[in-house]
């Protein structure tokens, strides 16, 4: 190679094999858009020496803490910590969580001193309490520093990265946790054939989403690896979500048809993406990742901190260290057999509605809190038994045994804030299903449809609106909601009308039709197209109504 500086710590054989050193040697652009698309492309990947001097600016340029630790500090206290050691034996530090150290084609050298750098970033960074990514980046910013105190310098400015629109790496269990949680709301979102899959096949389908990360960072071969850290290290955290979405995509597209044991389902994606070289190109697997239209950067923060949120609720905080100490409810067993009963629905058809709402409530398990069978045929007492609840699952069951229903995102209370009036409320992550005669979700028409929007809207900062600033002192609260139509520039307000209440209608679905609308006595109703959902007719377009149920999400700790 070229470069023998970049290579003390590297097995050139391997190296050779694993990574050819044919492109361009220099970098003249400095525009953001344009560094995008040379990520996107491969521009440097394809020179070894070229791909050194990049993530050099790349992370110099990172916005990092007053106090970093450099070369300079590796140097004083790498004797220290390491003392008379041999490199190969030396721990790992506990935040970690047993994660190995990938080979990447480093030699011996290479892998004890990953080993040696880790150590003196626990002593350094001591709030660090769960990172199982950083051994891998240690690991690939080793074949680009010429010596361990550089490699361990730039570890250092992605660790101290202190840009809070620009997250980088999961440092405790509870961002890890929440990161995982996202993943699976993006995954039931976008990924609705493979999330089918996974609910099917296991037991706790968090446990399978709970794997995303290794498969990046660990699994995936040292040549793809570097192409999704050149992206990610111009565009940020997000990548990783739509490099994982678009290794599912491709996993159950391979797997569709085949036997998969339920036991056997993480082990498998592991092993998918161990030899992804035997499916995609590293070319391809990008060029999927970037054709899925995601959530702007805004939202998907504003869905972390929601689901962070939901576990420190649960009692999950910065500090804590070990996955073992949290396990999320089982999608199987968060609808217990033989504590649930509804007129409506039976076990299997809820468990497959759980399999939907947003991670942060599949945590919960079901409450009833309206059945007309018990609650008499009045929408007056259907709001009173709702009201305080968010979010809550609206079930119906027709004279004719069609069974329909919506997930609603918001506390039926805001119908008051239009003083008698009908007006619609309520989120994005709002949806409608029918589960007889045949199963059928219809989620918001932007998720599938963000052209919709309009140039720019996307990718903008959401300003939270001055109610949410008076309502309560936890800034989290202050946020404007997931998915809030505000953060959206939407053409016209028939793509944002999600649920609305009446003394005399309940109304789910708007523009050009309504998903559902129900009478104040709970006897008839009728369904249609609407723009909000871009539905079809949830059951029979003019029904006679025989239950109808309201379910709310209890946390399990509160029985």
């Excluded at 097995?11 to 996107?40: F, H, N, V």
């Excluded at 994660?99 to 880790?118: D, F, H, M, W």
């Excluded at 259907?382 to 229903?405: D, M």
Aim: glycine content about 6%; charged content about 25%.
């Amino acid at each position: 190679m070229d470069s023998p500086g970049y290579n003390c710590f590297v097995d050139r054989d391997k190296m050779d094999a694993a990574i050819q050193d044919l492109g361009p040697k220099e970098l003249s652009c400095t525009e953001l858009q344009e560094l995008k698309q040379l990520a996107r492309q491969g521009y440097w990947a394809r020179s070894y020496a070229l791909r050194g001097k990049v993530y050099q600016r790349l992370i110099r340029d990172i916005p990092c803490r007053t106090v970093t630790p450099d070369a300079s500090v590796y140097s004083d206290i790498v004797g220290k910590i390491v003392g008379k050691h041999s490199s190969s034996s030396l721990p790992l530090p506990e935040f970690v969580d047993n994660t190995q150290v990938p080979s990447y084609c480093l030699n011996t050298r290479g892998e004890g001193a990953v080993r040696k750098i880790l150590l003196c970033i626990a002593n350094q960074f001591p709030d660090i309490s769960f990172c199982p990514a950083l051994p891998s980046i240690v690991a690939l910013l080793l074949h680009y520093s010429i010596d361990e105190a550089e490699c361990f310098e730039k570890a250092c400015r992605i660790l101290a990265c202190n840009d809070p629109s620009k997250k980088l790496i999961d440092q405790s269990f509870l961002a890890f946790e929440s990161s995982c949680m996202t993943f699976g709301d993006l995954v039931n979102k976008y990924c609705q054939a493979a999330h089918k899959l996974m609910v099917a096949v296991s037991e706790d389908v968090l446990q399978v989403y709970a794997d995303w990360q290794r498969w990046l960072f660990g699994e995936l071969p040292l040549s793809y690896f570097a192409r999704v850290f050149d992206v990610f290290l111009v565009e940020g955290y997000k990548v990783l979500y739509r490099v994982a979405l678009a290794i599912l995509k491709f996993f159950h597209k391979v797997k569709a048809g085949q036997p998969l044991e339920s036991d056997n389902v993480k082990q498998d994606i592991r092993t998918f993406v161990k030899d992804i070289a035997k499916t995609v190109s590293p070319e391809k697997l990008l060029e999927k990742a970037f054709a899925i239209r995601l959530f702007s950067r805004k939202e998907i923060q504003l869905l972390q901190m929601a689901n962070e949120k939901a576990l420190k609720q649960k009692g999950i905080t910065v500090k804590q260290k070990s996955v073992s100490l949290y396990k999320r409810q089982f999608v199987h067993l968060a609808v217990h057999a033989e504590n649930f009963h509804s007129e409506i629905v039976s076990v299997k058809e809820m468990r497959d509605i759980w399999s939907w709402v947003p991670e942060r409530f599949a945590l919960c398990q079901p409450l009833l809190l309206f059945s007309s069978l018990q609650h008499g045929y009045s929408l007056t007492r259907f709001y009173f038994q709702c009201e305080g609840h968010e979010p809550t699952l609206l079930l119906i069951k027709t004279t004719q045994k069609e069974v329909c229903g919506a997930y609603l995102s918001t506390d039926w209370r805001e119908r008051n804030k239009f003083g008698g009036k009908l007006g619609f409320f309520g989120t994005g992550e709002c949806f409608v299903f029918r589960l007889q005669p045949e199963v059928q979700r219809y989620e918001w028409v932007v998720i599938k449809h963000p052209e919709l929007t309009k140039p720019g809207s996307l990718e903008t900062t959401a300003t939270p609106s001055p109610l949410c600033h008076s309502m309560s002192s936890d800034p989290t609260d202050r946020l404007s909601p997931f998915l809030a139509a505000r953060h959206f520039n939407l053409p016209s307000k028939t793509e944002s009308m999600f649920m609305a209440g009446g003394n005399d209608c309940l109304i789910i679905g708007g523009g050009g039709g309504q998903a559902l609308y129900i009478d104040g006595e709970l006897n008839r109703g009728r369904t249609g197209h609407c723009d909000t959902f871009n539905n079809q007719p949830l059951c029979s377009e003019n029904f006679l109504i025989a239950a109808v149920e309201a379910w709310a999400f209890q946390d399990p700790d509160t029985h």
